[in-house]
T-cell receptor, first 113, second 113 residues
Framework: EPEVTQTPSHQVTQMGQEVILRCVPI?????FYWYRQILGQKVEFLVS????????KSEIFDDQFSVERPDGSNFTLKIRSTKLEDSAMYFC???????????FGPGTRLTVL | GENVEQHPSTLSVQEGDSAVIKCTYS??????FPWYKQELGKGPQLIID?????GEKKDQRIAVTLNKTAKHFSLHITETQPEDSAVYFC????????????FGKGTKLSVKP
């Protein structure tokens, strides 16, 4: 099972501020995913990233969001101008060695005030 | 697009009893169905999965069944233990083997000692 760490574990920000959430998977993984989970609700897909390009994205992933892999290891999700409704847990996931399996990191709790 | 419905939303059982959680999906092209367990404050943990070419899969006390014709799949936990208490999510994968997961709304399972 791949290891995925996420930083920070908790981020508090003011509305309108930019935040960057980081995911550090085991190296040599090509597929990454970001999901979010608003408190008490289901997990929702945001975006998938393959070989340094966006593979798929949902309606949630609008122009306020961006992803990149700046240094070949860290995988980041940036929210340019946070809104109150962006408050949620954000999970990074990677594809396992077995076909299909996605393994989730511990998440970053984002609180927008 | 794919839509996954999950029932019940809450389930309370006595230790040692069995628990069953049911999900239905809408997209007949979906072919991979994982189940995740989420404990408080943690990321979803993959506990079992099933692919569309299989009708049933078992791993110790956990089993999953799939009915492709009816487009529903179920999680069965036997001999429940207090540590099984958590929120369980079903999911369906669309868009190929690396596609994003569409989650159900979750079932909060409480196992009373």
């Amino acid at each position: 099972e791949p290891e995925v760490t996420q930083t920070p574990s908790h981020q508090v920000t003011q509305m309108g501020q930019e935040v960057i959430l980081r995911c550090v998977p085991i190296s040599n993984h090509l597929y990454f995913y970001w999901y979010r989970q608003i408190l008490g609700q289901k997990v929702e897909f945001l975006v998938s990233f393959y070989n340094n390009e966006i593979s798929e994205k949902s309606e949630i992933f609008d122009d306020q969001f961006s992803v990149e892999r700046p240094d070949g290891s860290n995988f980041t999700l940036k929210i340019r101008s946070t809104k109150l409704e962006d408050s949620a847990m954000y999970f990074c996931a990677t594809l396992g060695s077995s076909y299909n399996e996605q393994f989730f990191g511990p998440g970053t709790r984002l609180t927008v005030l | 697009g794919e839509n996954v419905e999950q029932h019940p939303s809450t389930l309370s059982v006595q230790e040692g009893d069995s628990a069953v959680i049911k999900c239905t999906y809408s997209d007949s092209a979906s072919n991979y169905f994982p189940w995740y367990k989420q404990e408080l404050g943690k990321g979803p943990q993959l506990i079992i999965d099933i692919r569309s070419n299989v009708g049933e899969k078992k791993d110790q006390r956990i089993a999953v069944t799939l009915n492709k014709t009816a487009k529903h799949f179920s999680l069965h936990i036997t001999e429940t233990q207090p540590e099984d208490s958590a929120v369980y999510f079903c999911a369906a994968q669309g868009g190929g083997s690396q596609g994003n997961l569409i989650f159900g709304k979750g079932t909060k399972l409480s196992v009373k000692p």
